[in-house]
């Protein structure tokens, strides 16, 4: 079983940048990472997602902005982001992907407004 918990979320101005953290219980070095968010009435959809090989991906509308990384050392993995916009307030979780089995943390909520 894998335990995540985010943090790193809070208020910011439009075009600011926060970063989130993602600590997880076990080792993540085979371990598929990625972050998903939430909009209020909306499906929670992929964000950013990093391989154990360190391959990224990331949905169209992030690009450019966001970026996922992994501290194998630290059980941690990152997401960037910057030049936010309103449109990037959401609930970020973190979900992990071993053995076939799904793990999600417990949210942390960013909100984007000036």
């Known amino acids: 079983q894998v335990q995540l918990v985010e943090s790193g979320g809070g208020l910011v101005q439009p075009g600011g940048s926060l970063r989130l953290s993602c600590l997880a219980s076990t080792n993540i070095f085979n371990i ?3 972050w ?3 909009a209020p009435g909306k499906q929670r959809d992929l964000v950013a997602a990093v391989t154990a090989s360190s391959s990224t991906d990331y ?3 992030v690009k450019g902005r966001f970026t996922i990384s992994r501290d194998n050392a630290k059980n941690t ?3 960037q982001m910057d030049k936010l916009t309103p449109e990037d307030t959401a609930v970020y979780y973190c979900n992990a992907r071993k053995s076939g089995y799904s793990y999600w943390g417990q949210g942390t909520q960013v909100a984007v407004s000036s």
Do not use: F, K
Request: cysteine-free; overall charge neutral; hydrophobic content about 40%.
């Open 32 to 34: 598929y990472m990625a």
């Open 36 to 38: 998903y968010r939430q």
């Open 77 to 79: 993995v990152y997401l």
């Open 59 to 61: 949905v169209d509308s």
